[in-house]
């Protein structure tokens, strides 16, 4: 079974500018979760997605904004973009709403804003 | 609110050594825990998990974590450190079903030879 795949791996931005991440869930899995590790700390919950639909969200502004497609792969979407959104972005894959059966996470796409 | 707390941010041993990287948590009620393992420039890798049971769980690579809900704790530890095991390890906790997953700010792990 294939596992997570995030894209790109890398990107630079500008300050103001908007930027696209892209996931693909792992083969079978139907909910889709967002994090955002920013240099020397823990990932923070953005949101997750499950059938398409947003089911929770953590305490981040609305210029960040998703969507989970048919075949369960999602965006992560933010506008506007600050300085201190320079992070690594993590997706992550499970099986059910809930996440009862473990999550997969990507190796994470590292945005850099200049 | 729910948190998690890793104490020490570095811990160094050498091979061969004990590894014991601490995690306590606050959780109203009995929570889902999990450790993460995270080499440089990676994602995160799932070594165990603990939802309900037997409270000793055993994960990849040798590593184990024991569940004690009097202290709050889920610390993880390996009985002999390998120069393989450097990494960032992350504790997290999910504290019901469909909650997110809440992390700590990690512990970083050097293993000297």
């Known amino acids: 079974e294939t596992g997570v795949t995030q894209s790109p791996t890398h990107l630079i931005k500008t300050r103001g500018q908007q930027v696209t991440l892209r996931c693909s869930s792992q083969s079978g899995h139907n909910t889709v979760s967002w994090y955002q590790q920013a240099l020397g700390q823990g990932p923070q919950f953005i949101f997750q997605?499950?059938?398409?639909?947003?089911?929770g969200r953590g305490n981040f502004p609305p210029r960040f904004s998703g969507l989970q497609f048919p075949n369960y792969s999602s965006e992560l979407n933010v506008n506007a973009l600050e300085l201190d959104d320079s992070a690594l972005y993590l997706c992550?894959?499970?099986?059910?709403?809930?996440?009862?059966?473990?999550?997969?996470f990507g190796s994470g796409t590292r945005l850099t804003v200049v | 609110a729910q948190s998690v707390t890793q104490l020490g941010s570095h811990v160094s041993v050498s091979e061969g050594a004990l590894v014991l990287l601490r995690c306590n948590y606050s959780?109203?009620?009995?929570?889902?825990l999990f450790w993460y393992v995270q080499y440089p420039n990676q994602g995160l890798q799932l070594l165990l998990k603990?939802?309900?049971?037997?409270?000793l769980v055993k994960g990849i690579n040798g590593f184990e974590a024991e569940f004690k809900k009097s202290e709050t704790s889920f610390h993880l530890t390996k009985p002999s450190a390998h120069m393989s095991d450097a990494a960032e390890y992350f504790c997290a906790v999910r504290p019901a079903p469909g909650d997110k997953l809440i992390f700590g700010t990690g512990t970083r792990l050097q293993v000297f030879p």
């Open positions: 603990y939802t309900t049971g037997a409270t």
């Open positions: 997605y499950y059938r398409e639909e947003e089911n």
């Open positions: 959780s109203s009620v009995p929570p889902y």
């Open positions: 992550a894959s499970s099986l059910g709403g809930g996440g009862d059966y473990g999550y997969t």
